[in-house]
């Protein structure tokens, strides 16, 4: 069991930068694949970003890819989504991911932070 709790969301304009970060506590964070997800108003749930265990590879959703950065630091149990390049369009409740197992690739997770709102206005 793990439990994840996000900050570091707001208002940015167009343009802007704004860091999310995302404290975990329970197991061993390192056994963990993170990720984020966005949810905009009146949209689905959309992939953003994952990380791996030892945060040596990351995969990125294409309209956040060469904008958006995700890591991590194993000693903090803590996952960071850097974006860069805010566009209105990224307005969204920001929810960070876990997840057992080893592939950045999979879109199933099995624990889920209660989410942050990032609003970008133009």
């Known amino acids: 069991q793990v439990q994840l709790v996000e900050s570091g969301g707001g208002l940015v304009q167009a343009g802007g930068s704004l860091r999310l970060s995302c404290a975990a506590s329970g197991r061993i964070f390192s056994s963990y694949v993170m990720g984020w997800f966005r949810q905009a108003p009146g949209k689905e749930r959309e992939f953003v970003a994952s990380?791996?265990?030892?945060?040596?590879?990351?995969y990125y959703a294409d309209s956040v890819k060469g904008r958006f950065t995700t890591s991590r630091d194993n000693a903090k149990n803590t996952v960071y989504l850097q974006m860069n390049s805010l566009k209105p369009e990224d307005t969204a409740v920001y929810y960070c991911?876990?997840?057992?197992?080893?592939?950045?690739?999979?879109?199933?997770?099995?624990?889920w932070g209660q989410g942050t709102q990032v609003t970008v206005s133009s």
């Open positions: 990380i791996s265990r030892s945060g040596g590879s990351t």
């Open positions: 991911v876990a997840r057992v197992g080893s592939s950045i690739w999979t879109m199933e997770y099995d624990y």
